[in-house]
């Protein structure tokens, strides 16, 4: 189809024509003709020989905090034979206008790279796809447009506070590590010695150097790995429900389970309103959590009846400005959930005040970010979860 360029030329050289024919101007008549044959021609041009384009997309990180970058890579290749024309890119992005960026010509079974920085100002997903090409003729007259359904997802997250290893309490399941690690396929028993070889022993475990020197086969032993695990809890009634609540509860959150999982501790994310993660361990599980506190939205007034849904320690985070002054409705809060530390955040002046952080062992209440990491599960809260 033409482009602006082409329609206007063209549009142009019908006026020439019409002119031409009713004031009798042959000059009019060549000029309107030559330009109305350059724009079909160009036309014809690029329907006729289209290029033979595609696009590798690559997102770096594929998760980011909220307020950081990301960057996407972007490969065209040209898998016909012949140059490509001038080429237009536009990758959609959700919610905005999309990224348009300029290419120059790729070469015959070539490729040609481009980059840009996608900046993210709220929690949440966005969609990246599909991608349209122009390509251009050389006097930029005719283009040839071409959709890549290519499609990917950027994960914008809660910001992630750095904090102090938190150890959990193994509980009564000492084989809970050892089934979370079987359900993903994983294994990192520790060992525990040898012993004699009994009929039935997987014949791989045998240690041969020790049973060389003796006179029976040496097997060695195992011990699964023993896990705490912890469930923290998000107030998703209101005013827990707003955005501007979500967006300091869900950091807390998220903050709190990292920092079990790099114990080496389960850990699951569960809310209110009976929303939850499975319960995962090790630190590569934590791009699942970070993707649920990501698309976390609304809530219920009332806490529904299935939470906490495992056994394990809990702990409680919300934004009720109630809990954080009243004694009785905290405890009580506390008791319903069977938390061990109820965080409570003040987040109508969330890092505006001088206010530093407040903590009577099963409490703790922030005023800003970074509070957690100096105060946060230290001291008598940290001796609470059981820290080695």
Same mark, same amino acid.
């Given at each position: 189809?033409?482009?602006?360029?082409?329609?206007?030329?063209?549009?142009?050289?019908?006026?020439?024509?019409?002119?031409?024919?009713?004031?009798?101007?042959?000059?009019?008549?060549?000029?309107?003709?030559?330009?109305?044959?350059?724009?079909?021609?160009?036309?014809?041009?690029?329907?006729?020989?289209?290029?033979?384009?595609?696009?590798?997309?690559?997102?770096?990180?594929?998760?980011?905090?909220?307020?950081?970058?990301?960057?996407?890579?972007?490969?065209?290749?040209?898998?016909?034979?012949?140059?490509?024309?001038?080429?237009?890119?536009?990758?959609?992005?959700?919610?905005?206008?999309?990224?348009?960026?300029?290419?120059?010509?790729?070469?015959?079974?070539?490729?040609?790279?481009?980059?840009?920085?996608?900046?993210?100002?709220?929690?949440?997903?966005?969609?990246?796809?599909?991608?349209?090409?122009?390509?251009?003729?050389?006097?930029?007259?005719?283009?040839?447009?071409?959709?890549?359904?290519?499609?990917?997802?950027?994960?914008?997250?809660?910001?992630?506070?750095?904090?102090?290893?938190?150890?959990?309490?193994?509980?009564?399941?000492?084989?809970?590590? *050892?089934? %979370?690690?079987?359900? @993903?396929? &994983?294994? +990192?028993?520790?060992?525990?010695?040898?012993? $004699?070889?009994? !009929?039935?022993?997987?014949?791989?475990?045998?240690?041969?150097?020790?049973?060389?020197?003796?006179?029976?086969?040496?097997?060695?032993?195992?011990?699964?790995?023993?896990?705490?695990?912890?469930?923290?809890?998000?107030?998703?009634?209101?005013?827990?429900?707003?955005?501007?609540?979500?967006?300091?509860?869900?950091?807390?959150?998220?903050?709190?389970?990292?920092?079990?999982?790099?114990?080496?501790?389960?850990?699951?994310?569960?809310?209110?309103?009976?929303?939850?993660?499975?319960?995962?361990?090790?630190?590569?599980?934590? *791009?699942? %959590?970070?993707?649920? @506190?990501? &698309?976390? +939205?609304?809530?219920?007034?009332?806490?529904? $009846?299935?939470? !906490?849904?495992?056994?394990?320690?809990?702990?409680?985070?919300?934004?009720?400005?109630?809990?954080?002054?009243?004694?009785?409705?905290?405890?009580?809060?506390?008791?319903?959930?069977?938390?061990?530390?109820?965080?409570?955040?003040?987040?109508?002046?969330?890092?505006?005040?001088?206010?530093?952080?407040?903590?009577?062992?099963?409490?703790?209440?922030?005023?800003?970010?970074?509070?957690?990491?100096?105060?946060?599960?230290?001291?008598?809260?940290?001796?609470?979860?059981?820290?080695?």
């Amino acid at each position: 189809m033409p482009t602006r360029t082409g329609w206007g030329l063209l549009v142009a050289g019908v006026v020439f024509v019409v002119s031409g024919r009713l004031f009798g101007a042959i000059e009019f008549l060549v000029v309107g003709i030559a330009a109305v044959a350059a724009v079909v021609m160009a036309v014809l041009l690029r329907q006729l020989r289209p290029s033979r384009l595609s696009v590798v997309r690559q997102l770096t990180p594929p998760q980011v905090p909220v307020g950081e970058p990301a960057r996407v890579d972007l490969e065209v290749i040209n898998r016909g034979r012949s140059r490509s024309p001038v080429l237009r890119l536009l990758d959609a992005v959700a919610g905005t206008r999309g990224v348009d960026l300029a290419l120059a010509p790729v070469a015959g079974n070539g490729s040609i790279h481009g980059a840009y920085r996608l900046p993210t100002t709220r929690r949440g997903v966005l969609d990246l796809g599909p991608i349209r090409i122009d390509d251009v003729e050389g006097l930029g007259l005719a283009r040839k447009r071409h959709r890549i359904d290519t499609r990917v997802r950027l994960i914008v997250h809660p910001p992630i506070e750095a904090l102090p290893s938190i150890r959990v309490p193994a509980g009564d399941d000492p084989l809970l590590g *050892e089934e %979370l690690r079987q359900s @993903l396929g &994983l294994s +990192d028993e520790e060992f525990d010695g040898l012993r $004699p070889y009994v !009929p039935g022993d997987d014949l791989r475990k045998i240690h041969w150097p020790s049973s060389a020197r003796g006179d029976e086969l040496q097997v060695r032993q195992f011990r699964p790995p023993r896990h705490g695990r912890l469930s923290v809890v998000i107030d998703t009634r209101p005013p827990g429900d707003t955005a501007r609540a979500l967006d300091r509860t869900t950091s807390i959150a998220g903050s709190v389970a990292a920092s079990v999982l790099a114990a080496g501790d389960a850990t699951r994310i569960e809310t209110t309103d009976g929303r939850s993660t499975p319960l995962v361990s090790g630190n590569p599980q934590l *791009e699942s %959590l970070l993707e649920f @506190l990501a &698309l976390l +939205d609304g809530g219920a007034e009332q806490i529904n $009846p299935a939470i !906490p849904s495992g056994a394990g320690t809990v702990v409680a985070v919300s934004a009720d400005p109630i809990l954080a002054s009243d004694v009785a409705a905290r405890r009580r809060f506390a008791m319903r959930l069977r938390a061990a530390i109820v965080i409570t955040l003040d987040t109508d002046s969330w890092g505006t005040t001088t206010a530093g952080p407040v903590s009577t062992g099963e409490w703790i209440h922030l005023t800003g970010p970074g509070q957690l990491a100096v105060h946060g599960l230290l001291g008598r809260s940290a001796s609470t979860l059981g820290t080695p």
